[in-house]
T-cell receptor
Framework: SQELEQSPQSLIVQEGKNLTINCTSS?????LYWYKQKYGEGLIFLMM?????EEKSHEKITAKLDEKKQQSSLHITASQPSHAGIYLC?????????FGAGTTVTVRA | DTGVSQNPRHKITKRGQNVTFRCDPI?????LYWYRQTLGQGPEFLTY????????KSRLLSDRFSAERPKGSFSTLEIQRTEQGDSAMYLC????????????FGSGTRLTVV
């Protein structure tokens, strides 16, 4: 099965600063999904990447899938308190998603 | 469409009792998934359905767990003789075939076994 490693495990960022989260796979990625989760709640879909080199942006969040298709990064520009939460990457693994352990983001005012 | 709906949101039960959770997927989605998530971990796959057929069960799913999806609509996940180790968030997701347009998750059911 596909194994995903996320780094860092957690980070604290000053409001207004940028941050980057990485997701590295043990296998070639054929579909990479980023989700956000508030503590105790469900997963909110952010973005899906399918092609090597693909980059997508939504508001202040940008995600990339590298050319070799084994790593993805999520970048947040000018972080806000609303960006706080747990960010999870999920990879298509046959018919289902396999997830990393998540990165907890804390935004300090 | 109101997305994926899960009930109840929270469940506290005594060890040894049986519990049942319900998931109502997005109506156009033919695939339905159950995941379990514990604190500090990502969701772990439990089982999935394509329409009414249960096509895969994880080795994590002990004999005490059973899932159904009658008529390919809503699904139920039952845990018999609950144990404290069953305490977790149980998440349901649905997708079209192949997850072409993503996987939509519900808000989850948080189970606490005391």
């Amino acid at each position: 099965s596909q194994e995903l490693e996320q780094s860092p495990q957690s980070l604290i960022v000053q409001e207004g600063k940028n941050l980057t989260i990485n997701c590295t796979s043990s296998k070639t990625l054929y579909g990479l999904y980023w989700y956000k989760q508030k503590y105790g709640e469900g997963l909110i879909f952010l973005m899906m990447l399918q092609k090597g080199g693909e980059e997508k942006s939504h508001e202040k969040i940008t995600a990339k899938l590298d050319e070799k298709k084994q790593q993805s990064s999520l970048h947040i520009t000018a972080s806000q308190p609303s960006h706080a939460g747990i960010y999870l990457c999920g990879a298509s693994d046959d018919y289902k998603l396999s997830f990393g352990a998540g990165t907890t983001v804390t935004v300090r005012a | 469409d109101t997305g994926v709906s899960q009930n109840p949101r929270h469940k506290i039960t005594k060890r040894g009792q049986n519990v049942t959770f319900r998931c109502d997927p997005i109506s156009e989605h033919n695939r339905l998934y159950w995941y379990r998530q514990t604190l500090g971990q990502g969701p772990e796959f439990l089982t999935y359905f394509q329409n009414e057929a249960q096509l895969e069960k994880s080795r994590l799913l002990s004999d005490r767990f059973s899932a159904e999806r009658p008529k390919g609509s809503f699904s139920t996940l039952e845990i018999q003789r609950t144990e404290q180790g069953d305490s977790a968030m149980y998440l349901c997701a649905s997708s079209d075939t192949g997850g072409t347009y993503g996987y939509t998750f519900g808000s989850g059911t948080r189970l606490t076994v005391v």
